[in-house]
């Protein structure tokens, strides 16, 4: 083991110490030992992981990112208005480890502007929660935490992030990875602050993990223009983690074209948060960091055994473009919903796809939810942004949608219809 003091670091949370951590990184790496990093603050800009790195992290070590984008490397390879700053960046590699007790800060809050999307400034926000969602407007530039790229065997446990200012892990064309025992703790308000996205990616558990972020907790996408192949996002298991967000704490799909399948959730407590599951399927073509053109095929997927409290709506799954006839040609099917019980605190749960039947095979088994407020009255044509912002007055609606088996399903409503099936195209 080699400790990053006796290499030069002075850790002292001011001094920039970039290059006597990436010289240590690779000669680690080059030996084929484990980098120590002792209590202490080491800050830094982007640091390469290279085959074979392994480090540890101490309790009371924290790695500090910069709050400088002039400190970062820039990923020109990428779209110019997508994220290409990264404090951590591993590419092509393989055998990748980061352990330990210690911490990773981010300094989200040094790359976003004070003023919110909606135009409020930051001091003038009410608390927020599932029912209120405040965002800032990023700065032009600004890095991830953790990226890695067609890198294989990752390893990341037992380490705290906080204040990432964008993505916090992003494994885009990876296989064989393990996350556990993390803990993540993003602002609330932070923009794209996701904790964990598994992007064109196979072979992965996510596990034992504690999550609180500004953005989505899970994200299972496949984005397929950035990668520049299209790889399956598939085999993916996260199972005993507690989620909370401002916004998703399971999203499937959105960003991609590559096929999504494959995927077990289970074990999970979801609280305080806007949606507890989102699987969405569009192809809005052209966007400012990517390029959807059919939309990704979804499939195989199971959520199981999660408890829901205070979460604003229980699912959302939606296929097709909300606009008018389009590129997309994809679907969803397959999908297991079991023993999912909670308090819906705002809005229907909605499945449901623009085009006839490209959602089939639902299966809603030992579900129990329950909803105390009267939602407003929304006609049959009626078809949602793809953020799910408005849907039906039931607690649960299903429309243009086939093949559906209900096993054991209470939904629990006083001014609500229950259950509203809207039959323009629905089968069995």
Known sequence: MLNIRQ?????????????????????AAKEGKTLLFPPGAYKTGTLFLRSGTSIELQENAVIQASDNIDDYVEDISKIKKSLRFYLFWAKDASDIAIRGKGLIDGAGRAFWQDISFSGTHIDNFPPLGPLHYEVLKPKDKRPCVIYCENTTNITLDGFTIRHSPSYTVWLLGCSNATIQNLTIRNQRFGPNTDALDIDCSDNVTIQNCDIDAGDDCVAIKSDAHRLGKAK??????????KFVTATCAIRVGYEGDAPIRNCTFSNLDIQDTRHAIDIISIAPGELPFTKIVTGTPISDLTFENIRLTNV??????WA????????????????????????????SSFISARTDCAITDITL???????????????????PSHWGGQSFNALMTIKNAGNFTFKNV???????????????SFKN
């Open 7 to 27: 290499l030069g670091a002075v850790g002292d949370g001011e001094t920039l110490e970039t290059t006597t951590i990436q010289n240590a990184i690779d000669l």
């Open 232 to 241: 399956p996002c598939e085999n993916i298991i996260v199972k005993n983690c």
């Open 365 to 383: 088994e030992d579900i129990s939810l329950t909803l105390d407020r009267t939602l407003p009255s929304i006609g049959d044509d009626f078809i």
């Open 320 to 347: 097709g473009n909300v606009e008018g006839v389009d590129t997309y040609n994809s679907s969803i099917t397959n999908i297991r919903f079991r023993n999912i019980k909670g308090d819906v605190l705002e809005s």
């Open 410 to 424: 209470l939904l629990n409503t006083k001014n609500n219809p229950a259950l509203r099936i809207i039959k323009e």
């Open 312 to 317: 604003a709506k229980a699912i959302f799954c």
